[in-house]
């Protein structure tokens, strides 16, 4: 099965353009595709409730959050998520358990005529076999998240029970646009017909954007931010322990989270106000405080999260955290300040399409660093990237692959020194 399973993934690869591989060649504009494939599938879509995950950051954080708490509470529930770090299985899971590799096989065998007929993308052929899947599996549930902006991303085919919108920031603005009112414009894409919306943060230029598509639609929209405030108490290499608020009032005290960041705490309120807005949809068994907790204190196990603020080794201390764009990086960037450190060693490597100048300028000019290209064709060579950095007073070498500049910062840290590997989502699942 495994020579199978890989034929398969390479025909995916190859045969179809993969944005997160190869950039803005794999983009398409248009809900065409995704449309006639699930038509030919039998709109899977359609066969289970859904909710749908848009914006800049914290997309993957907030759906690991809620597949968590409904698996607390007993449900089947799909999770679809993207890019992958190391498996491309990791797109497709229900209750934390990877898609079969025989079903991938399974479902792209079988229809390779319908996909030279409708030329899909990677992206569009992974959607569909992700809806596909959780159909055939009966899911009670599903947690969608967009790719790539919202309105004419694949997966804003669904009609869900509810629409999420965690925070803008500038990313991909080649196709979403160079504004931040622009991108909200397209993340508000998701935004149906009185389906409640959840808007993670609210922002000056963009609250303004949401509201009036919210208003437009007749969908009630609540910000998140208004309505939860995570404290962070204490926190250990295993939870972070949070006093939870909501509208100013103490509704949890010393909460266990299994999750770490600063960052994290947008994320969490934005899903725990989900579940508020969840539990007065009619015909709904509401999710109760015990369950949440149980969710919350078991995410990763459950939802099989990783790659977020993930500590791979101790004495160094190794940190690695997926955080690619600007609005991310400055948050993870401000927490790694705050570790207690004797040196700080930084593994950077960036993709070809990000606009260098503004991310370059968050790091810090004290850290040493070990610059290296990501192993796939949008990676931005160490070359280039260790000129661009110096023009910013990073200092450091260059290595031939994201493990030796790993091993070098190894070999120059100390016991008590932090290593943080980061830039980009595949730089990370190298290490992990």
């Known amino acids: 099965m495994s020579k199978q399973y890989q034929q398969t993934l390479d025909y995916l690869y190859t045969q179809l353009p993969m944005y997160q591989r190869i950039g803005s060649a794999a983009f398409k504009k248009d809900l065409t595709n995704i449309t006639v494939l699930c038509k030919a599938l039998g709109q899977p879509q359609k066969k289970y409730p859904s909710i749908h995950i848009a914006g800049t950051n914290g997309k ?23 890019p992958h770090y190391r498996d491309f299985r990791e797109r497709i899971k229900i209750n934390g358990v990877y898609i079969a590799k025989k079903e991938i096989v399974a479902f792209v ?10 030329k899909p993308s990677f992206f569009e052929i ?5 809806f596909y899947h959780f159909a055939e599996s009966k899911v009670d549930i599903a947690i969608i998240e967009t790719g790539l902006g919202g309105r004419l991303d694949s997966t804003n085919i669904i009609l869900p029970l509810l629409s999420v919108i965690t925070n803008i920031s500038f990313d991909h603005q080649q196709f979403l646009g160079d504004t931040l009112p622009l991108i909200a414009g397209e993340k508000a894409g998701i935004i149906k017909k009185n389906v409640p919306v959840i808007i993670g943060e609210e922002q000056q230029e963009t609250k303004v954007v949401f509201k009036e598509k919210a208003k437009k639609m007749n969908a009630p929209i609540t910000f998140a931010n208004r309505t939860y405030r995570f404290e962070l108490v204490n926190t250990s290499l295993h939870y972070s322990t949070y006093n939870i608020y909501r509208r100013g ?24 106000t989900a579940i508020d807005c969840y539990n007065k949809l009619p015909n709904i068994d509401v999710v109760d405080s015990k369950t949440i907790k149980k969710g919350l204190k078991n995410l990763k196990t459950l939802s099989n999260f990783i790659g977020r603020w993930q500590i791979i080794d101790t004495k160094p201390t190794v940190l690695c955290d997926s955080a690619h764009n600007v609005g991310g990086l400055k948050i993870v960037l401000k927490q790694v300040k705050e570790i207690p450190y004797k040196k700080l060693h930084i593994v950077l490597g960036m993709v070809n399409d990000k606009s260098l100048d503004k991310v370059l300028k968050l790091f810090p000019k004290e850290a040493r660093y070990y610059f290296a290209k990501a192993n796939i064709p949008r990676g931005l060579d160490a070359s280039i990237l260790e000129e661009k950095a110096a023009a910013f007073g990073l200092k450091g070498r260059r290595y031939s692959t994201v493990k030796n500049a790993l091993k070098a910062a190894r070999r120059h840290a100390e016991e008590k020194d932090l290593i943080y590997v980061g830039g980009s989502t595949f730089v990370v699942a190298e290490v992990i």
Do not use: C, W
């Open 249 to 272: 009032k103490l509704m949890h005290e010393k909460i266990p989270i299994n999750i770490h960041g600063p960052f994290q705490q947008y994320n969490l309120a934005t899903a725990l």
């Open 60 to 82: 993957g954080s907030t759906a690991h959050t809620l597949s968590a708490i409904f698996q607390a509470k007993g449900l089947k529930v799909g999770l679809y998520t993207s």
């Open 109 to 118: 065998e079988q229809r390779k005529d319908l996909f030279e007929k409708i």
């Open 126 to 130: 992974t959607v569909a076999m992700a």
